[in-house]
């Protein structure tokens, strides 16, 4: 059966940690009202892709797992401004260095409630894309991007599918998904081998053990941005059974 391809597309130095924290960058000012998008000084595609994903959630809003996913999709490496606890911390993405910076400890970061985590503005990054020097130089504040974007699949606020894999659909793990980084293991590592083995839909994904609808959902929003998940609309299996996701 015919699968769609899910994979997706594959300045100045970094401000002073004090900066980063007051969420100023030289003489910018960052402004903290959520849902502000410099949007304007994005790509024409990229620009749409984000509001298309903010309209999802209302007015004013922006989907932190959907910008991670624009993001990767459109290859653009951005700067998001998140609210984290008391701080505004600004992550930048470098998708095609597969790669994440925090002024603060990324581990730190991503041992907290990322379900709390809520996306203030996005911007295209300020800092260039790292070099191996300088991965070695400030290792405690990158990782790699595969891990923030399990983590927030996972973990963050989002719990519906993304647009690109809802709807009528079958699902199935590509063959040669490398997800050594991910260290799976339990009823996660147990599904994931499933879906190398089988072509399957949400419903019966939720029925599987340890799992339940909003699971499924999070493990095939993170194994699409992933670029480890085939999706059919054709095959037998394919259906929505009742649970079709709104698209825009």
Do not use: C
């Not at 949007?39 to 991670?68: H, I, V």
């Not at 730190?108 to 985590?117: H, K, P, V």
């Not at 996972?154 to 991910?182: F, H, M, N, W």
Request: proline letters at 6%.
């Amino acid at each position: 059966m015919p699968f769609q391809s899910t994979q997706p597309a594959s300045q100045q130095g970094a401000p002073r940690r004090a900066e980063y924290m007051a969420g100023r960058t030289g003489d910018e000012t960052l402004d903290s009202m959520a849902g502000v998008t410099r949007l304007s000084s994005l790509t024409p595609s990229l620009m749409a892709d984000l509001q298309r994903f903010g309209n999802e959630s209302g007015a004013g809003s922006l989907d932190m797992l959907a910008m991670l996913a624009a993001s990767v999709r459109h290859g653009r490496a951005l700067r998001a401004l998140v609210q984290i606890d008391q701080h505004q911390v600004p992550i930048s993405l470098f998708p095609t260095a597969r790669v994440a910076h925090s002024p603060l400890p990324m581990v730190t970061l991503l041992a907290g409630r990322l379900q709390d985590w809520r996306l203030l503005q996005v911007a295209p990054a300020q800092m260039k894309t790292p070099g191996a020097a300088e991965l070695q130089q400030l290792v405690h504040n990158f990782t790699p991007l595969p891990l923030l974007l399990w983590a927030v699949a996972q973990r963050g606020s989002r719990e519906t599918l993304l647009p690109e894999i809802a709807g009528t659909a079958a699902y199935r793990v590509t063959p040669s998904a490398d997800l050594k980084v991910l260290d799976l293991t339990g009823t996660v590592l147990a599904a994931v081998e499933r879906l190398r083995r089988h072509t399957t839909n949400l419903r019966e994904i939720a029925s599987w053990p340890g799992f339940d609808k909003s699971r499924a959902q999070r493990l095939l929003n993170g194994l699409y941005l992933q670029a480890a998940l085939l999706v059919s609309r054709t095959h037998p299996a394919a259906t929505n059974d009742g649970w079709a996701q709104t698209t825009h």
